[in-house]
Nanobody, 116 residues
Framework: QVQLVESGGGLVQAGGSLRLSCAAS????????MGWFRQAPGKEREFVGTIDSSGGTTYIDSVKGRFTISRDNTKNTVYLQMNSLKPEDTAVYSC??????????WGQGTQVTVSS
């Protein structure tokens, strides 16, 4: 079992930055791919990006060059650095652990609101 807790959300003006954290407890997550997802009001959940066990990252086009995912395995934590935020980035952001080929474990999410 993996427990995930996100933090770092909040209200920021367009063009600003936030860093989200996702702390894992239970099993060590160093071998797992970790993902970030977001869900805006009235919309389906959207994949944002992922980081594998080696630190390789993938992002959706809309956040490339603005968002950066990193991980600190000594702290069992994955981060989502978000720069140049836009109002359309407003959503609940969640992290998830991919342990057996699927994103099996999820955090509760943290709200990010970007004002124009």
């Amino acid at each position: 079992q993996v427990q995930l807790v996100e933090s770092g959300g909040g209200l920021v003006q367009a063009g600003g930055s936030l860093r989200l954290s996702c702390a894992a407890s239970g099993r060590t997550f160093s071998n797992y791919r970790m993902g970030w997802f977001r869900q805006a009001p009235g919309k389906e959940r959207e994949f944002v990006g992922t980081i594998d066990s080696s630190g390789g990252t993938t992002y959706i086009d809309s956040v490339k060059g603005r968002f950066t995912i990193s991980r600190d395995n000594t702290k069992n934590t994955v981060y989502l650095q978000m720069n140049s935020l836009k109002p359309e980035d407003t959503a609940v952001y969640s992290c998830a652990a991919n342990t057996r080929g699927i994103y099996e474990f999820w955090g509760q999410g943290t709200q990010v609101t970007v004002s124009s």
